[in-house]
């Protein structure tokens, strides 16, 4: 099968070579020369690791063209937008397959109503979110990962399901409740940018088991109010991917939290990322919905704080630790 991977960054190339190792034919659109330049001479433009019988373009119509199944892999600040120019080259149904976490700020939709904005219905065959506990560092080495496809479309679900299931490192579930999944997404890259300020500041590991705890209860109450199923945060793309990007050295949220807790400027610390730091667009979407809904996430709301109003992280923590005591709620 012909996929189109949009965004030949970590993850969309590192999918794309997952496709071709299952026999399928990926080409890759990218804005970057440099990064289409490397891909077109097999080397990863992230990793420099070395890949295989994969083409990449400059030419977003080239790539429109070239298959009906559109993987999405840009980050979901630029997602909007890309969707208004594949909308206007757009010539017969495309089948996307989104992998980027997050919430638009302000409109507080997902990435899957951002879709069914911007790409005409006669054009709009189906979608999914391909997500869960995964680093693209381990993925392109092939270590063994598991994912999770979902998708309102049953037949669509499974369809991707196929394509990126193989038998040697990567395995993939399915799931009805793509609201429950694309929100465990992105909400977790939140509380991973506070575990890493947590350990940036020098807490230790008893702070992050509660933070992970007390922070599935956070992504739990945002699944629900979206409509999801509580029991997805759960599974692999809640409490799956939070275990992952809150405790690793490899998530670029995590990495981000820890400089920030080690006394970086916020500022600085975003404009030397190499890649976008998706938990900072998730920490101003989940406040926005609390402005607008009354949900309680305190501590997504005090890492708002820091991240945009510059409380230091002593302050931060000080906050939660005078919170008024309560009795433990698991709902």
Not at 85 to 109: C, D, H, M, W
Not at 114 to 125: A, C, R, Y
Not at 241 to 265: H, M
Not at 300 to 313: A, L
Request: aromatic residues 6%.
């Amino acid at each position: 099968m012909k996929i189109s991977v949009i965004g030949g960054g970590s993850w969309g190339t590192t999918l794309a070579q997952v496709l071709t190792d299952n026999g399928h034919e990926a080409l890759i659109y990218d804005v970057n020369p440099e990064a289409v330049k490397k891909i077109n001479n097999n080397i990863h433009p992230f990793f420099d690791n070395k890949i295989t019988d994969i083409r990449a373009t400059l030419d977003l119509k080239e790539s429109i063209d070239y298959a009906d199944y559109i993987l999405l892999a840009v980050p979901t600040k630029f997602i909007r937008d890309s969707l208004r120019e594949i909308n206007k080259l757009a010539t017969r149904k495309l089948y996307f397959i989104n992998v980027s976490k997050g919430i638009e700020p302000v409109t507080l939709k997902r990435v899957s109503e951002i879709v069914t904005d911007e790409i005409n219905p006669d054009l709009l065959g189906a979608y999914a979110v391909l997500t869960g506990p995964s680093h693209a560092e381990e993925v392109i080495e092939r270590k063994l990962t598991v994912l999770t496809a979902a998708s309102d479309v049953e037949w669509f679900r499974k369809s991707v399901q196929q394509l990126f299931s193989n038998k040697s490192y990567l395995r993939v579930y399915t799931s009805d409740d793509l609201i429950g999944c694309e929100v465990g997404g992105a909400i977790k890259n939140a509380i991973a940018i506070v575990s890493g300020m947590m350990t940036g500041f020098g807490l230790g590991e008893n702070a992050r088991a509660a933070l992970i705890t007390r922070g599935i209860l956070e992504i739990v109450r945002v699944v629900v109010h979206y409509g999801g199923k509580k029991e997805t945060a759960f599974g692999l793309t809640g409490i799956g991917d939070l275990i992952v990007t809150a405790s690793s050295y490899n998530s670029r949220n995590f990495n981000a939290g820890l400089k920030i807790g080690q006394g970086t400027p916020v500022e600085q610390v975003l404009s030397e990322s190499k890649m976008v730091v998706e938990g900072v667009r998730a920490i101003q979407a989940a406040k926005d919905l609390c402005l607008q809904t009354g949900i309680e996430l305190p501590i997504i709301e005090i890492t708002y704080e820091v991240i945009f109003n510059h409380m230091s992280v002593k302050e931060a923590i000080q906050n939660l630790l005078t919170r008024e005591l309560k009795e433990e709620v698991i709902a």
